[in-house]
Protein backbone atom coordinates (compact mmCIF):
# COMPACT_ATOMS: atom_id res chain seq x y z
CA UNK A 1 0.00 0.00 0.00
CA UNK A 2 1.31 3.39 -0.90
CA UNK A 3 2.05 6.34 1.33
CA UNK A 4 0.08 10.05 0.68
CA UNK A 5 3.70 10.84 -0.09
CA UNK A 6 5.52 10.97 -3.50
CA UNK A 7 8.37 11.58 -5.51
CA UNK A 8 8.68 13.93 -8.53
CA UNK A 9 10.81 12.42 -11.31
CA UNK A 10 11.20 14.41 -14.86
CA UNK A 11 9.98 11.23 -16.96
CA UNK A 12 9.82 12.15 -20.67
CA UNK A 13 5.86 11.46 -21.40
CA UNK A 14 6.35 8.39 -23.92
CA UNK A 15 7.74 6.51 -20.56
CA UNK A 16 4.97 7.82 -18.71
CA UNK A 17 2.49 6.29 -20.62
CA UNK A 18 4.25 3.12 -20.88
CA UNK A 19 4.34 3.31 -17.37
CA UNK A 20 0.58 3.66 -17.16
CA UNK A 21 -0.37 1.43 -19.81
CA UNK A 22 1.93 -1.76 -18.31
CA UNK A 23 0.69 -1.21 -14.74
CA UNK A 24 -2.83 0.35 -15.53
CA UNK A 25 -2.42 3.14 -13.30
CA UNK A 26 -4.41 7.09 -14.81
CA UNK A 27 -4.41 8.66 -11.37
CA UNK A 28 -2.69 11.12 -11.09
CA UNK A 29 0.06 10.14 -9.24
CA UNK A 30 1.56 6.57 -10.31
CA UNK A 31 1.81 3.73 -8.39
CA UNK A 32 4.15 0.78 -8.82
CA UNK A 33 2.37 -2.66 -7.62
CA UNK A 34 3.72 -3.83 -4.08
CA UNK A 35 6.53 -5.27 -3.83
CA UNK A 36 7.93 -4.64 -7.25
CA UNK A 37 11.46 -4.02 -7.99
CA UNK A 38 10.86 0.09 -8.52
CA UNK A 39 9.68 0.04 -5.06
CA UNK A 40 12.64 -1.18 -3.59
CA UNK A 41 14.70 1.00 -5.70
CA UNK A 42 12.83 3.86 -4.50
CA UNK A 43 13.51 2.72 -1.05
CA UNK A 44 17.00 2.58 -1.13
CA UNK A 45 17.52 5.95 -3.51
CA UNK A 46 15.54 8.21 -1.77
CA UNK A 47 16.52 10.73 1.02
CA UNK A 48 15.76 13.54 2.93
CA UNK A 49 15.50 16.79 1.03
CA UNK A 50 18.66 18.62 1.07
CA UNK A 51 18.71 22.11 2.84
CA UNK A 52 17.86 25.21 0.91
CA UNK A 53 15.87 22.48 -1.74
CA UNK A 54 13.29 24.54 -3.78
CA UNK A 55 10.73 22.34 -5.19
CA UNK A 56 10.46 23.09 -9.74
CA UNK A 57 7.57 24.20 -10.85
CA UNK A 58 4.86 22.24 -12.47
CA UNK A 59 5.65 20.86 -15.83
CA UNK A 60 4.21 17.78 -17.94
CA UNK A 61 6.95 15.95 -17.90
CA UNK A 62 7.20 15.86 -14.22
CA UNK A 63 6.26 12.48 -13.16
CA UNK A 64 4.68 11.81 -9.95
CA UNK A 65 5.52 8.48 -7.91
CA UNK A 66 3.70 7.67 -5.02
CA UNK A 67 6.46 6.31 -2.01
CA UNK A 68 5.02 2.95 -0.77
CA UNK A 69 4.94 2.37 3.03
CA UNK A 70 8.89 1.60 3.87
CA UNK A 71 10.16 -1.14 5.94
CA UNK A 72 13.14 1.27 7.16
CA UNK A 73 12.43 4.84 6.20
CA UNK A 74 9.16 7.08 6.54
CA UNK A 75 8.10 8.12 3.27
CA UNK A 76 7.11 11.70 4.88
CA UNK A 77 10.48 12.63 5.57
CA UNK A 78 12.41 10.46 2.90
CA UNK A 79 10.69 11.99 -0.64
CA UNK A 80 13.66 13.04 -2.17
CA UNK A 81 15.84 12.13 -5.49
CA UNK A 82 19.19 13.21 -5.78
CA UNK A 83 20.39 14.44 -9.44
CA UNK A 84 22.16 11.17 -9.80
CA UNK A 85 19.83 8.65 -8.34
CA UNK A 86 17.02 10.07 -10.89
CA UNK A 87 18.98 9.57 -13.90
CA UNK A 88 19.70 5.74 -12.24
CA UNK A 89 15.91 5.49 -11.70
CA UNK A 90 14.79 6.84 -15.34
CA UNK A 91 17.54 4.66 -16.96
CA UNK A 92 16.56 1.36 -15.18
CA UNK A 93 12.86 2.37 -16.30
CA UNK A 94 14.09 2.95 -19.59
CA UNK A 95 15.60 -0.49 -19.67
CA UNK A 96 12.17 -2.03 -18.69
CA UNK A 97 10.37 -0.14 -21.35
CA UNK A 98 13.14 -1.97 -23.67
CA UNK A 99 13.27 -5.25 -22.01
CA UNK A 100 9.23 -5.38 -22.08
CA UNK A 101 9.03 -3.68 -25.93
CA UNK A 102 11.53 -6.29 -27.26
CA UNK A 103 9.45 -9.37 -25.48
CA UNK A 104 6.25 -7.94 -27.12
CA UNK A 105 8.04 -7.62 -30.67
CA UNK A 106 9.05 -11.30 -30.44
CA UNK A 107 5.82 -12.78 -29.46
CA UNK A 108 4.32 -10.48 -32.27
CA UNK A 109 7.26 -12.30 -34.85
CA UNK A 110 7.11 -15.51 -33.44
CA UNK A 111 3.33 -16.48 -33.55
CA UNK A 112 1.89 -16.01 -36.93
CA UNK A 113 -1.68 -16.14 -37.11
CA UNK A 114 -3.35 -18.52 -39.36
CA UNK A 115 -5.86 -17.35 -41.85
CA UNK A 116 -8.93 -19.60 -43.46
CA UNK A 117 -7.36 -20.63 -46.30
CA UNK A 118 -4.44 -21.98 -44.84
CA UNK A 119 -1.63 -19.05 -45.24
CA UNK A 120 0.38 -17.93 -42.18
CA UNK A 121 0.44 -14.35 -41.63
CA UNK A 122 3.37 -12.80 -40.25
CA UNK A 123 3.53 -8.92 -39.39
CA UNK A 124 6.24 -6.64 -41.08
CA UNK A 125 7.91 -3.84 -38.99
CA UNK A 126 5.35 -0.94 -39.83
CA UNK A 127 2.64 -3.46 -38.81
CA UNK A 128 4.33 -4.42 -35.91
CA UNK A 129 5.20 -0.64 -34.52
CA UNK A 130 1.41 0.08 -35.31
CA UNK A 131 0.40 -2.90 -32.53
CA UNK A 132 2.58 -2.04 -30.18
CA UNK A 133 1.47 1.84 -30.16
CA UNK A 134 -1.90 0.89 -30.17
CA UNK A 135 -1.28 -2.10 -27.25
CA UNK A 136 0.53 0.47 -24.83
CA UNK A 137 -2.38 3.55 -25.56
CA UNK A 138 0.68 6.11 -27.19
CA UNK A 139 -0.78 8.28 -29.72
CA UNK A 140 -1.21 7.06 -33.17
CA UNK A 141 -0.57 10.31 -34.90
CA UNK A 142 2.71 10.73 -32.99
CA UNK A 143 5.65 10.46 -35.15
CA UNK A 144 7.84 10.29 -31.83
CA UNK A 145 6.43 6.93 -30.45
CA UNK A 146 6.17 5.57 -33.98
CA UNK A 147 9.94 6.10 -34.43
CA UNK A 148 11.04 5.24 -31.19
CA UNK A 149 8.94 2.07 -31.60
CA UNK A 150 10.74 1.48 -35.24
CA UNK A 151 13.81 1.86 -34.45
CA UNK A 152 13.92 -0.50 -31.11
CA UNK A 153 12.26 -2.86 -33.40
CA UNK A 154 14.71 -2.61 -36.01
CA UNK A 155 17.55 -2.76 -33.41
CA UNK A 156 15.68 -6.06 -31.55
CA UNK A 157 15.91 -7.76 -35.51
CA UNK A 158 19.78 -6.32 -35.88
CA UNK A 159 20.13 -7.96 -32.12
CA UNK A 160 18.62 -11.43 -33.29
CA UNK A 161 20.56 -11.75 -36.79
CA UNK A 162 24.07 -10.86 -34.97
CA UNK A 163 22.90 -13.38 -32.09
CA UNK A 164 21.85 -16.45 -34.82
CA UNK A 165 24.97 -15.94 -36.58
CA UNK A 166 27.29 -15.29 -33.43
CA UNK A 167 25.88 -18.73 -32.37
CA UNK A 168 26.33 -20.47 -36.04
CA UNK A 169 29.71 -19.43 -36.03
CA UNK A 170 30.56 -20.62 -33.15
CA UNK A 171 29.23 -24.15 -33.14
CA UNK A 172 31.19 -24.27 -36.62
CA UNK A 173 34.03 -23.64 -34.74
CA UNK A 174 33.22 -26.22 -32.27
CA UNK A 175 33.25 -28.95 -34.90
CA UNK A 176 36.00 -28.27 -36.35
CA UNK A 177 38.00 -28.42 -32.69
CA UNK A 178 36.46 -31.99 -32.63
CA UNK A 179 37.10 -33.30 -36.24
Not at 72 to 86: D, G, I, M, Q
Request: charged share 35%; net charge positive.
Amino acid sequence: MASQYYVSINLDPHYQRFLRSQFVCESEVFEFPSRHRFNTMLEHFVITKPHGYVAPEEETSLFKIALPNFEYKNPAHFRYLSTVKEAVFKSKIKEFYDWIIQERISKLMKRPEKREDGNMITLDRQQCTLVLIDEFGFDANDRDSFDRLYKLFTRYKKKEVNRRFTVKKKGEKELSKSA
